[in-house]
C-alpha cells in the first residue's frame, strides 16, 4: 500500500483544469456540447434562457412566415433555422478563460444578427443545458481519467 505522502504527491500531480480541457477537446462533449445549444434554440429560447424575438417583437413577419411554411418549418418560435448552413457552423473552442460556442452569423445579404437585439446571447448553454452536459459528459470523461492517472 503507498504512503499517505505518495497519495499526497499523485493528486497534487494531476491537474484537474487540463484534464477538462481534454474533456472540451474531445469530439463527442464537443458535439453535444453543439446539439444542445441548437436544441435551444430550435426551442426559442438563447443562452440566457430568454425567448428569441425579432427586432419586430414577434418570432416572424407574415412573409416570413409565408416562406417557413412552404418550407415545412416552425412559425411560432425563432430558431436560426432556415437552411440549416448556419447550424453547420457551430464549434467548440478551448480559451484560455474556458470553453466557447462559435459560430458564423454572416449571410449573403448581412448578418443574422440584424435582426436581433444585442441582449440576446444565441452561443452557449443555458443553466440546464450546462448543468446535464456536466454530469453526464464532462464528469465521466474526468472521473475516467483521473483513475487512470491515478492508477485505480
Given at each position: 500500500?503507498?504512503?499517505?505522502?505518495?497519495?499526497?504527491?499523485?493528486?497534487?500531480?494531476?491537474?484537474?483544469?487540463?484534464?477538462?480541457?481534454?474533456?472540451?477537446?474531445?469530439?463527442?462533449?464537443q458535439?453535444?456540447?453543439?446539439?444542445?445549444?441548437?436544441?435551444?434554440?430550435?426551442?426559442?429560447?438563447?443562452?440566457?434562457?430568454?425567448?428569441?424575438?425579432?427586432?419586430?417583437?414577434?418570432?416572424?413577419?407574415?412573409?416570413?412566415?409565408?416562406?417557413?411554411k412552404?418550407?415545412?418549418?416552425?412559425?411560432?418560435?425563432?430558431?436560426?433555422?432556415?437552411?440549416?448552413?448556419?447550424?453547420?457552423?457551430?464549434?467548440?473552442?478551448?480559451?484560455?478563460?474556458?470553453?466557447?460556442?462559435?459560430?458564423?452569423?454572416?449571410?449573403?445579404?448581412?448578418?443574422?444578427?440584424?435582426?436581433?437585439?444585442?441582449?440576446?446571447?444565441?452561443?452557449?448553454?443555458?443553466?440546464?443545458?450546462?448543468?446535464?452536459?456536466?454530469?453526464?459528459?464532462?464528469?465521466?470523461?474526468?472521473?475516467?481519467?483521473?483513475?487512470?492517472?491515478?492508477?485505480?
Open positions: 500500500m503507498e504512503s499517505l505522502d505518495e497519495i499526497k504527491t499523485l493528486i497534487n500531480s494531476v491537474n484537474i483544469y487540463d484534464i477538462i480541457d481534454e474533456a472540451f477537446k474531445t469530439p463527442q462533449i458535439k453535444t456540447a453543439i446539439e444542445f445549444n441548437q436544441d435551444q434554440l430550435q426551442d426559442g429560447k438563447d443562452a440566457l434562457n430568454q425567448t428569441i424575438v425579432t427586432i419586430g417583437g414577434s418570432p416572424y413577419r407574415a412573409y416570413t412566415v409565408k416562406i417557413r412552404s418550407n415545412n418549418l416552425q412559425t411560432n418560435k425563432v430558431d436560426l433555422k432556415f437552411s440549416g448552413e448556419f447550424y453547420k457552423t457551430f464549434k467548440v473552442i478551448v480559451t484560455n478563460e474556458g470553453y466557447e460556442i462559435t459560430a458564423d452569423f454572416e449571410k449573403e445579404n448581412g448578418s443574422i444578427l440584424d435582426n436581433f437585439s444585442s441582449s440576446f446571447d444565441f452561443l452557449g448553454l443555458d443553466k440546464s443545458s450546462l448543468t446535464e452536459l456536466v454530469l453526464e459528459y464532462v464528469y465521466n470523461y474526468l472521473y475516467n481519467a483521473l483513475r487512470k492517472q491515478l492508477k485505480l
